[in-house]
Every structure is written in structure tokens, then in C-alpha cells.
């Protein structure tokens, strides 16, 4: 996706932008699963007798949080000792949920990933293949 800076976060370490997720009106039973994840540090050490040894270690910490039209929170993540974080939540049908990163210790910079998505039952229109109603 891109590279967490700390000019993306304000003064509480919430992200200073929003990623929006929009459920289909038309979408039984639908979810929303969201997952970010980011990078750790490698260093590289070279050892006498032992040689090369590549060590990893985070620098930075990110929680995810999503909350409804309301600013009610609906579904979050906040592991402290890894570098992805997973929410999945229960959906609306024709709602919108906005996804915020907050970020802990740490002001590297750090490349990140961030992705969503919303299955669930199409109600309508019905499904068609290859121009032809299912």
C-alpha cells in the first residue's frame, strides 16, 4: 500500500486518514473482514566463528480499528507482538465503515499493506454467466 510516517498520525497516534468500506444494499448476511499487516526491521550481524546471523525485530506497533457511521466501534484488532492485525465483524446491509489505524511505541517509518472485503449472499440482481440469468 504504502509507508506509515509519523506525519500520518495525530497528537492520540490515530491515523490522520480514513479507508472507507461500503456493504452492498443488497447483501444477505453479509461481513467485513479487514487485515493489516506491516514490516519488521532486519539487521544483519556478521559474528566470529558463528558467521551471519539476520535478526528481526518490530520498531512499531499498529491497531486497527473500525467503527460505524456513528463512530461506534464494530470490529478492532490490537496484538502487541506481531505485525499484522485482523478485525471481522457482522455488517449492515447498504452501511459504510470506517477503517483507522492507531499507532503505539515507535516512529519509524514502515511499509504496510492494508485490504477487505465483504462476502455475503447477493440477493439481486441474479447472478449471470456469459450473458444467460442463473
Known amino acids: 500500500m504504502g509507508t506509515l510516517r509519523t506525519a500520518d498520525f495525530d497528537g492520540h497516534g490515530m491515523s490522520t486518514f480514513v479507508y472507507r468500506v461500503n456493504v452492498p444494499p443488497k447483501l444477505l448476511l453479509p461481513t467485513?473482514?479487514?487485515?493489516?499487516a506491516w514490516d519488521?526491521?532486519?539487521h544483519e550481524d556478521n559474528l566470529p566463528i558463528v558467521g551471519q546471523i539476520l535478526t528481526s525485530a518490530l520498531t512499531v506497533n499498529f491497531d486497527l480499528l473500525v467503527t460505524d457511521a456513528n463512530g461506534n466501534?464494530?470490529?478492532s484488532s490490537s496484538s502487541w507482538d506481531n505485525s499484522y492485525e485482523i478485525a471481522e465483524?457482522?455488517?449492515a446491509p447498504g452501511h459504510s465503515?470506517?477503517?483507522r489505524i492507531r499507532r503505539w511505541p515507535g516512529?519509524?517509518?514502515t511499509w504496510y499493506g492494508i485490504a477487505w472485503t465483504v462476502p455475503g449472499i447477493q440477493l439481486w440482481p441474479p447472478l449471470e454467466l456469459n450473458g444467460l440469468s442463473a
Do not use: H, P, Q
Open 32 to 36: 467485513v473482514k479487514v487485515a493489516l
Open 40 to 42: 519488521s526491521e532486519v
Open 73 to 75: 466501534l464494530v470490529g
Open 89 to 91: 465483524f457482522a455488517a
Open 97 to 99: 465503515y470506517d477503517i
Open 107 to 109: 516512529t519509524n517509518d
